[in-house]
């Protein structure tokens, strides 16, 4: 029974040993420069080969030869893709990075290869792979693998007991005893066959000792990459991947396939969306907002905003531009997620919460807009394609970033992003002066702000930092966490500066700018004095949904707006202390821009007479948020 705990690895020794360095070296390489490696790669990775070795074991002996050699040509690939992303994009394979290879044309793979591959590649950390697949070469076409075959082949343990033949040795044994003895009988070698015995039977123990060990400690990373892997739809993918006890890809073949599986998810939205785009329906439009401006933030916890009560002058501008009237600010507004790709789901389609179907298989707001005569921009801060992106980039932005959606729904678009928020200003400049933005035509401009997007340290230049951690009484707060405080707040005050810089880019037009981030955030709030971020918890309570869900929203009118709209300004006030969910924000844009389609509903048109207003605030699509502030108050 012990020799078979180690026949597998005996009979693939070459192929164990080589990929068991090239996991540990792939590791080595992902992790340089961070805080520490996979706590459980050794014993995870010996298990995962130990179980492809038990497979191969089981294969005739030709085709298991045939297995390996397909298995060494995969494992050495993907890890050379892998590597080579880590060198050139400081990021292992992402599910974004294979979405761009889908979508280049053979004369720009010519133009990547000539540009990257340079031979400064072979001294990076590349080398090492290609180092391991020369000295596993080299080893290979040498008479050491031959020894070594010879040795692991024929130095097979000998039986604990032998039937010898008929023998009496002195002492006047019975000639029908078993005895001990090695094959051939007296005189064959007694002494290396017992130390063969003990050689392989500490190495079986050992191996055994492993399995075992080994298969306790990464069975809760298996269960976690089998749940991963279960998902239907790309946004639940991406939920899971917020869990704490979520799955560690450690390796390049298990990222490798992550991506491929998001990206399968990914198309069969895509798929629903373009059959959506062809659905697409204007009957007219009148234009009645000539330039209609949505600004969409990032992580902003109302409470921590000057113009909602704070007790620090974090929005002085939004603040002046409210008491001179021409800011509308809405009091009693929520989100459905508080995640950003989710809320952008719900933001672009014209989909609202417990509509039939999913969020994909109805049109995308800007596609009518388009379709209806408008020039739509979008310029994003955060959703472009690159080949370094999270998940939670790629599962927010791959519907905006496809080629042919993207085409149907936008005229133009940044080609960078940047280090602050304000730099979206320049390329708004950058595309008046290319005549793409004209005055003479109707204009729908997006604005999709990094905001407050944790790490906070760098959402403001250093320059315009303002709080300090001695601003703040909060005696049960560490000093660290009174820093992080302090970042925060400086990123909301530069994000007042932002916005109130694209608003002075239309104070001379005809023109409504809509303020409204994807989310809250978690800082320090009641209840939670030592944490800031998102929790992503099943449970949705009172205090999580006053942090991550409620979340400030505002809308701007222009002089000359007021004055050649006073029925849309009156109705803007009007509306602003109405119950709110952001997920039916594109009907309410539709009826600002004039727009007459079918797609269009005024139930869910905040500034409509038949607005439902009493339409139930799904959270998570799971939790009512009425009902569980109401139970609060309770």
Not at 227 to 253: F, N, Q, W
Not at 312 to 321: E, S, Y
Not at 516 to 537: I, L, N, Q
Request: aromatic share 12%; charged share 20%; glycine share 6%.
């Amino acid at each position: 029974m012990l020799q078979k705990v180690l026949a597998p690895i005996r009979c693939n020794a070459m192929f164990f040993t080589t990929m068991y360095v090239l996991g540990l070296v792939c590791s080595w390489i992902e992790y340089t420069g961070k805080e520490k490696n996979y706590d459980n790669l050794w014993l995870e990775l010996f298990f995962d080969l130990y179980v492809v070795c038990v497979v191969l074991a089981l294969l005739p002996l030709r085709v298991r030869l045939w297995v390996r050699r397909v298995l060494y040509v995969l494992l050495y690939a993907v890890a050379l893709v892998d590597v080579f992303c880590i060198v050139k994009f400081q990021s292992p394979i992402t599910p974004s990075m294979l979405l761009l290879v889908g979508e280049t044309t053979g004369q720009e793979a010519g133009e990547f290869l000539s540009n990257y591959l340079t031979w400064d590649v072979l001294f990076s950390s590349l080398g090492w792979v290609l180092l391991l697949m020369a000295v596993h070469l080299a080893v290979h076409l040498s008479p050491l693998k031959r020894l070594l075959q010879k040795y692991l082949h024929s130095s097979q343990s000998p039986p604990l007991v032998t039937k010898s033949p008929p023998l009496i040795p002195p002492g006047g044994d019975d000639p029908t005893r078993s005895h001990a003895l090695p094959p051939g009988g007296v005189g064959g070698g007694w002494p290396s066959q017992r130390g063969g015995w003990l050689w392989w039977g500490l190495a079986s123990l050992v191996v055994l000792a492993l399995l075992v060990w080994s298969a306790t400690v990464c069975w809760p990373n298996k269960q976690a990459m089998a749940r991963l892997m279960s998902y239907d739809k790309i946004g639940y993918v991406e939920h899971e991947l917020t869990r704490k006890d979520c799955a560690t890809l450690y390796e390049p073949i298990y990222r490798l396939a992550f991506s491929v599986f998001a990206n399968k998810l990914a198309a069969k939205q895509i798929d629903q969306l373009l059959l959506a785009k062809d659905r697409v329906r204007v009957d007219s439009c009148s234009f009645t907002s000539p330039n209609i401006v949505l600004i969409i933030g990032e992580s902003y916890n109302k409470h921590h905003s000057q113009l909602f009560g704070y007790n620090k002058p974090t929005t002085p501008l939004q603040l002046k531009r409210a008491r001179r009237g021409e800011l509308a600010v809405f009091g009693d507004v929520v989100a459905p997620w508080n995640l950003t790709s989710f809320v952008f789901k719900h933001l672009f389609s014209l989909y609202a919460v417990g509509d039939k179907g999913e969020w994909c298989d109805y049109p995308l707001f800007t596609e009518v807009f388009r379709k209806a005569g408008y020039h739509v921009t979008f310029l994003t801060n955060q959703f472009l394609p690159k080949a370094k992106e999270a998940v939670y980039d790629f599962s927010g932005g791959f519907f905006l970033n496809n080629p042919e959606l993207s085409e149907a729904q936008f005229d133009s678009r940044n080609p960078h992003i940047h280090v602050f928020d304000e730099k979206l200003i320049d390329d708004l400049h950058q595309l008046m002066e290319a005549g793409e933005i004209r005055a003479d035509k109707p204009e729908l401009t997006i604005f999709h702000l990094y905001g407050q997007h944790v790490d906070y340290r760098i959402r403001c230049p250093k320059s315009r930092m303002k709080f300090k951690p001695d601003d703040y009484d909060r005696p049960n707060m560490s000093r660290r966490n009174l820093q992080v405080l302090a970042y925060y707040d400086n990123a909301v005050m530069y994000n007042d500066s932002v916005v109130d810089a694209i608003i002075r880019e239309y104070e001379d037009k005809d023109a409504i700018v809509m303020y409204v981030p994807d989310h809250g955030e978690e800082v320090f709030g009641p209840g939670a004095e030592h944490f800031y971020g998102r929790m992503h918890s099943a449970e949705i309570t009172s205090r999580l949904a006053r942090e991550e869900f409620e979340i400030p929203m505002w809308i701007w009118c222009s002089h000359s707006y007021m004055v050649n709209h006073p029925e849309i300004a009156n109705k803007v006030v009007l509306a602003k202390s109405k119950r709110y969910m952001t997920d039916a924000l594109p009907h309410t844009l539709l009826y600002l821009g004039g727009i007459h389609t079918p797609h269009y509903r005024d139930s869910l048109d905040v500034l409509s007479p038949n607005y439902h207003e009493q339409r139930p605030r799904i959270l998570k699509a799971t939790t009512d948020y009425d009902v569980i502030m109401k139970n609060e108050v309770d």
